[in-house]
C-alpha cells in the first residue's frame, strides 16, 4: 500500500536560518505532492505544491524539491521565523482521484 | 479569504451515541472532504463527495459513518453510534475540480468519545 513517511519527527532551527524538512513516499505513481504546515489547533494549511513532471518549485521563501528517483520531496525554507513553527506534513496524490496520503509531520521550533 | 468553517470545536459525546459534525466548504467549490487526525498519528482519508455522492471512501468509513449535503452550504459527517477509538481531530475540506489539487481545510473538530 501507498506510505508516506518523513525522516525527522523534529527539527529545531535557530531565527534566521534556513529549514530543511525531509519526506520519502513509497508509491511511484504518485504525481502530486503538497506540503502543508498546521500551528496548533488549526487545520493544515496549504504551503506548496509540485507535479511529478517537475524536480523543482519555489514561492514565497519556500522551495520544495522533488526526486522520483528515490522517492524524495523536501521542503526548504529561507530566514526561518519564528511564525514558522508548526507541524510540516507532506502529502501525495495518485492521478485516480483526489484522496491524499499524508505523512506523520515533523514538528519544527524556531530558536529566536 | 474564503475558507472552509466547522463547528462545532469540539465535541463530547459519550460511546454508542450519534453524533454530526457540520462543515460550510468555500462556496463555489464542487469537492468535499472529511479527513480525520487521531492524536500523534497521520491525517487520513475518510470520504470525498461530489454531486451528492461519495466518490471515493476509505476502509474507515464503516457503515456507522455517513455523509450528506442537506442544503447549498452544509456538508456534514454522521457517526451513528460512537466509538472510544472515534475520538480524533475531523478536518473537512473543499476543492474547485477534485483532481490533483490543493485542499482547503477547516480548523476541524475535536472529537472526544467517553
Known amino acids: 500500500g501507498e506510505s508516506v513517511g518523513l525522516h525527522l519527527p523534529t527539527l529545531s532551527v535557530q531565527e534566521g536560518d534556513n529549514s530543511i524538512i525531509n519526506c520519502a513516499y513509497s508509491?511511484?505513481?504518485?504525481?502530486?505532492f503538497i506540503w502543508y504546515k498546521q500551528e496548533s489547533g488549526k487545520g493544515p494549511q496549504f504551503i506548496i505544491d509540485i507535479r511529478s513532471n517537475m524536480d523543482k518549485r519555489q514561492g514565497q521563501r519556500v522551495t520544495v524539491l522533488l526526486n522520483k528517483t528515490v522517492k524524495h520531496l523536501s521542503l526548504q525554507i529561507a530566514a526561518t521565523q519564528p511564525g514558522d513553527s508548526a507541524v510540516y506534513f507532506c502529502a501525495e496524490n495518485i492521478d485516480t482521484g483526489n484522496q491524499f496520503y499524508f505523512g506523520t509531520g515533523t514538528s519544527l521550533t524556531v530558536i529566536p | 479569504e474564503p475558507e472552509v468553517t466547522q463547528t462545532p470545536s469540539h465535541q463530547v459525546t459519550q460511546m454508542g451515541q450519534e453524533v454530526i459534525l457540520r462543515c460550510v466548504p468555500i462556496?463555489?467549490?464542487?469537492?468535499f472532504y472529511w479527513y480525520r487526525q487521531i492524536l500523534g498519528q497521520k491525517v487520513e482519508f475518510l470520504v470525498s463527495?461530489?454531486?451528492?455522492?461519495?466518490?471515493?471512501k476509505s476502509e474507515i468509513f464503516d457503515d456507522q459513518f455517513s455523509v450528506e449535503r442537506p442544503d447549498g452550504s452544509n456538508f456534514t459527517l454522521k457517526i451513528r453510534s460512537t466509538k472510544l477509538e472515534d475520538s480524533a481531530m475531523y478536518f473537512c475540506?473543499?476543492?474547485?475540480?477534485?483532481?490533483?489539487?490543493?485542499?482547503?481545510f477547516g480548523s476541524g473538530t475535536q472529537l472526544s468519545v467517553l
Open positions: 462556496s463555489n467549490h464542487l469537492y
Open positions: 508509491n511511484s505513481a504518485s504525481d502530486y
Open positions: 475540506a473543499s476543492t474547485v475540480q477534485g483532481m490533483e489539487e490543493k485542499l482547503f
Open positions: 463527495f461530489y454531486n451528492n455522492e461519495i466518490s471515493e
